[in-house]
């Protein structure tokens, strides 16, 4: 079965750096694209960044500037958050986005904490 994997959370002081990755593992047939995803406690989940399948990027407002989304290989993204601020502080989840005729699916990873103190 395919899966997602987040690693890379954690806790950092106002102003600090992280970087996140996600790999998906097993095998499928169709094309993907990966985005990343947040909750903060009390919130709904909010969409933070993508890679579309044509290689642009898209990140919401507030991490703009702070954010950047890559990807390594086909199955791999990071994402380096910069200059963190106590706002940020959420679970992050990756989303893998199946496409294609056959191929309209969705998964999440389990998710990886990253917490800021000011």
């Known amino acids: 079965a395919v899966q997602a994997v987040e690693s890379g959370g954690g806790s950092v002081q106002a102003g600090g750096s992280l970087k996140l990755s996600c790999v998906v593992s097993?095998?499928?047939?169709?094309?993907?694209?990966m985005k990343w995803y947040r909750q903060a406690p009390g919130k709904e989940r909010e969409f933070v960044s993508s890679v579309e399948p044509d290689g642009s990027k898209t990140y919401t407002d507030s991490v703009k500037g702070r954010f950047t989304m890559s990807q390594d290989v086909y199955n791999l993204v990071y994402l380096q958050m910069n200059g963190l601020k106590p706002e940020d502080t959420a679970m992050y989840y990756c989303?893998?986005?199946?496409?294609?005729?056959?191929?309209?699916?969705?998964?999440w990873g389990q998710g990886t904490q990253v917490t800021v103190s000011s």
């Open positions: 989303k893998v986005q199946a496409y294609g005729l056959t191929c309209n699916w969705n998964l």
């Open positions: 097993g095998f499928t047939h169709c094309s993907y694209y």
